[in-house]
């Protein structure tokens, strides 16, 4: 069975960190990029960040670059997101997707393979 399992988020304060974890299983993960996306109340899902594992490439939304770092750990078939200098705005569910060698369709969410249930996101100000 194909999973993308998200955990890691929570309540933080503004100005504070968390590191969510996206870990697959059922699936070739050696394979596929991870992107990450989010979804705030009431907004579209937008792309944050995603890893091209096949060439090593990272490609980060605006809005995150400089606070956020993704990064994989092969070996536990996990991609991590750090998360730092959270705003209010970062308020939202977050949720990891599986794309094909590539973050080919990043920052659209179309065209993704598989993807998580998300975690909670809240940063209070």
């Known amino acids: 069975e194909v999973q993308l399992v998200e955990s890691g988020g929570g309540l933080v304060q503004a100005g504070g960190s968390l590191r969510l974890s996206c870990a697959a299983s059922?699936?070739?993960?050696?394979?596929?990029?991870i992107a990450w996306f989010r979804q705030a109340s009431g907004k579209e899902r937008e792309g944050v960040s995603c890893?091209?594992?096949?060439?090593?490439?990272?490609y980060y939304a605006d809005s995150v670059k400089g606070r956020f770092t993704i990064s994989s750990d092969n070996a536990k078939n996990t991609v991590y997101l750090q998360m730092n200098s959270l705003k209010p705005e970062d308020t939202a569910v977050y949720y990891c997707?599986?794309?094909?060698?590539?973050?080919?369709?990043?920052?659209?969410?179309?065209?993704?393979?598989?993807w998580g249930k998300g975690t909670l996101v809240t940063v209070s100000s």
């Open positions: 997707a599986a794309d094909l060698y590539y973050c080919s369709y990043y920052p659209n969410q179309g065209g993704m393979d598989y």
């Open positions: 059922g699936f070739a993960f050696d394979d596929y990029a």
């Open positions: 890893i091209s594992r096949s060439d090593g490439s990272t």
